[in-house]
């Protein structure tokens, strides 16, 4: 039994970083049906996924991409 509560957010970011491997690019819609988080706490996370340089965005096919820095985890 673990000493604390997991971490809902943590757990959610695990989640969306599950999701973008799936496939090359995902969008939000893809994202919320495979995660079910409301579409604006996607937006942070990726955000945040962003900024950290483990997730890209793909202007031209209108999504969201995992970078090789994912494999540094």
């Not at 997991?6 to 757990?11: E, G, N, Q, T, V």
């Not at 969008?27 to 409301?38: E, K, M, N, V, Y």
């Amino acid at each position: 039994m673990p000493s604390y509560e997991p971490l809902k957010s943590a757990r959610r970011v695990l989640d969306v970083l599950v999701a973008l491997n799936r496939a090359p690019t995902t969008s939000i819609r893809d994202l919320h049906a495979a995660t079910g988080i409301p579409k604006p706490t996607l937006v942070r996370i990726l955000e945040t996924l962003v900024a950290a340089g483990f997730v890209a965005r793909d202007a031209n096919r209108g999504g969201y991409q995992v970078t090789s820095a994912v494999t540094n985890l």
